[in-house]
C-alpha cells in the first residue's frame, strides 16, 4: 500500500510540471506589458523600464520561468500587484471557506448519489427508478447559477431558512453550518446526479454476476447481500468518477462561490481577473491545479482501499 | 438407502416469460435423492439441469420464473416457501457450488471472510469461532497454509483452489444436500480429478447427498450412485449408474454414449448426434427427442411418453420403445 501511494505520488509531479509551464506561457501571452498596465497611460518610458527591471521582465523568458519555479518550489506564488499582498497570505485568508464548500458538496453528492442510485438499480423500470432517473437527468442539466437563485429564492428570501448572503468574519460553527446548506447543494447536486447514474450502471451489472448467486445460495439475506456484496464491488467505478469530477467540482466552486457571494479561492479568482492582477491569477491557478492533483491522489488510494486487485497490482 | 428420501421432486416445472407468455423451461422433473447417495443430472447444455437445481434453491428470479410442482426437503415442502425461511435452508441445509471458480467469488472481500459469512448467517457464534471454523475448512479441502490465506482475495487464487475454496463454502454448515453445478468443467483434468475426489470424500465423511450436473459421461461414473439423463427439460431416463452403462434404454442415452470418443476405436466410431436441442420457444406435445431420433415411431410426436420402468428395477424410461415391457410389468401385478 506504501509502494502503491509512493508511486501516485511520483506521477503527480510531471503534471505538475506541465501545470507549471502551462500557466507560466499563458500569462506571457496575455498582450500588454504588464509594468506598463500598472503605471498607466501616463507613465514615463524610464519608469516603466525600472518596473520591468523590478519584476525581472528584462530577464530571458528561460531566466524568467526559472525563477518562477524556484518561488513556486520556496512557496512563494508571487504578490499582488492590487493590494501588495503575497498571494499565498491572499490564498491562505479564503481557503478554508472552498474546502469546506468543496467538501461539503462531495458529502451531498455521496450521501444522496449512492443511495438513490442503487434503489434504483434495485427497483429497475419500476416507478422509483424512473423518478430517479429524471431527477438525475435534471440535476446534470441545472446550471449551477440558475439552481443555485432558484433554491435563494425559495429558502432564503421566500422561507428564510438560510442566509441569502454568507456571513463574512468569525461567526459561530452552527451559523458558518447554515450558511453552507444552500451552496453545498448547489454544488453537490451535480455531482449526486452524476454518482447516481455510475451507481445505479455498476449496480445492475454487479447484481448480475455469479457471485452474487453465489452468495444468495449461502442463505445470506438479500439486503445484506446487496448490502455486503453488491454495494462494496458496485462502489470501485463510483470512486473513480468522484476523482474525475472532483476536478469539475472545484471548478464549479467558482460559479457558486460568485452566486451565494461567499469568500473563497473563487471570488479571488474572478476578483483578481477583473483587475487585471496577474500574479494573484498565475499563483492562484498553480493553487488549483495543486488541489486537483491532491484530490487525484486521494482518489487514487482511495481506490486502493475498494479495490484489492489494484492494491496488489 | 431403504428410507425416506432426502429430498423427493415431483413434477417439477420451471416456467420463464419470455416476450410476454409463460414458456416451460423443464416439465414434469421428478426424482428422488437418498442419504449419501449421489445423483448425477446429465444432458447437453440448455436442457434444464442448472435451472432445476436453482429452483430447488428458490434462486431463480421472482416475475421472470416460476415454479409448479413439489419439492420436499425431508418431508418439507419447498415450493411456496416464504423467503425468510428459504434462507434459512440455503447453505444450512441445501448447499449449491457452481460451475465458474472464476466469477463465483465476491473479488473485493477475503475468501476466509466469505467462508466464515456462511457459516455467520445460519449460527449464533463469535467472529472468531467463525474464522476458525473456516480455517478448519480451507485445511479441510486441502489449501495450503490455509491460516495465512485467510485474508487472500479470490484473485490470489489458481481456478482449482478458488474451486476448493467455493466447496469449502458450501461446506461450512455441514449441508445434508449438496447440489453441485458442473463443478468441474472450468477445471483442467487433473485438477479436475482432485475435486472429484475430494466431493466424493466428503460426501462420504458428512452422509451428505449430492445432485451433481455434468454432460461428461466419465465423471458420472466417477462419481455417481444413480443418474438422470435430461433432454430438453425432461427427464427421459434414470438408473443406477451400473445399470445405464451396462444397458442405456433410451435412444438419446444411446446416443450419448455413441458421442464419447474411445482410444481402442477409430474416431469414424464416434457418431454425433445430429441436430440441435430445440429452444424453449419450440417445446411442442410428444417426445421431445423425437425429431433426432434414429428409432421415431409415428406415436411419438402424439402424447408425451411418461417416465416409467418395470418396479423394483429402478430403471426408467420415457420412450415409446421401451413401453411394451412397462406395460407388461403394469398388468402382471
Known sequence: MARYALLKLLYAIPTLLAVLVLVFVLTRIIPGDPAQLILGDQATPEAVAALRAQLGLDKSVALQFLDFLVGVLHGDFGTSIVSGQSVVSLAAGVLPATLELTVASLLVGIVFGVPLGAWSAMRRNRLPDIAVRIGSLVGLSLPAFVFGILLLIVFAVQLGWFPVISPSGEVGILERLRALVLPSITLGILMAAYITRVTRSSMLQVLGEDFIRTARAKGVPWWQVVRRHALRNAIIPVVTVVGLYLGVLIGNSVLTEMVFNRPGLGKLIVGALAQRDYPVLQGLMVLYTLLIILANLVTDLAYGVFNPRVRFA | ?????????????????????????????????????????????????????????????????????????????????????????????????????????????????????????????????????????????????????????????????????????????????????????????????????????????????????????????????????????????????????????????????????????????????????????????????????????????????????APGSGHAVACYLHHSETLDAEAAR
Open chain 2, 1 to 309: 438407502m431403504t428410507d425416506a428420501p432426502v429430498l423427493a421432486v415431483r413434477g417439477l416445472s420451471t416456467q420463464f416469460r419470455i416476450g410476454g407468455a409463460w414458456r416451460a423451461a423443464t416439465r414434469n422433473v421428478a426424482f428422488d435423492l437418498f442419504e449419501n447417495q449421489t445423483l448425477a443430472l446429465v444432458g447437453e447444455s440448455g436442457c434444464g439441469k442448472s435451472i432445476t437445481c436453482q429452483a430447488i434453491l428458490g434462486l431463480l428470479p421472482h416475475g421472470v420464473a416460476r415454479v409448479e410442482g413439489s419439492i420436499r426437503y425431508r418431508g418439507r415442502e419447498l415450493v411456496g416457501l416464504a423467503e425468510p425461511e428459504m434462507e434459512g435452508i440455503r447453505g444450512s441445509e441445501i448447499a449449491m457450488i457452481f460451475q465458474e471458480p472464476m466469477t463465483a467469488l465476491n473479488p473485493v472481500m477475503p475468501v476466509g471472510e466469505q467462508i466464515a459469512e456462511a457459516i455467520l448467517v445460519h449460527r449464533k457464534c463469535a467472529r472468531a469461532e467463525a474464522k476458525a471454523e473456516a480455517i478448519a475448512f480451507m485445511d479441510r479441502v486441502r489449501i495450503p497454509a490455509a491460516a495465512q490465506r485467510y485474508r487472500d482475495y479470490p484473485h490470489q487464487f489458481s481456478g482449482g483452489m478458488r474451486q476448493r475454496i467455493v466447496i469449502a463454502m458450501a461446506m461450512a454448515c455441514k449441508p445434508k444436500v449438496l447440489l453441485a453445478d458442473e463443478p468441474t468443467t472450468a477445471l483442467d483434468v487433473t485438477i479436475q480429478a482432485q475435486i472429484l475426489a475430494e466431493l466424493r470424500d466428503l460426501c462420504a465423511n458428512f452422509r451428505m447427498s449430492m445432485v451433481f450436473i455434468t454432460h461428461s459421461l466419465g465423471v458420472v461414473a466417477a462419481i455417481a450412485d444413480a443418474v438422470a439423463v435430461m433432454y430438453a427439460g425432461e427427464i427421459v431416463e434414470m438408473a443406477p449408474v451400473e445399470e445405464l452403462f451396462a444397458a442405456p434404454k433410451h435412444p438419446y442415452t444411446q446416443a450419448l454414449f455413441r458421442a464419447i470418443p474411445r482410444v481402442d476405436e477409430n474416431a469414424e466410431g464416434l457418431q454425433p448426434i445430429p441436430g440441435q436441442v430445440p429452444p424453449i420457444t419450440a417445446f411442442g406435445e410428444g417426445c421431445r427427442f423425437a425429431p433426432r431420433c434414429p428409432a421415431r415411431m409415428p406415436r411419438c410426436t402424439g402424447p408425451t411418453p411418461r417416465l416409467a420402468g
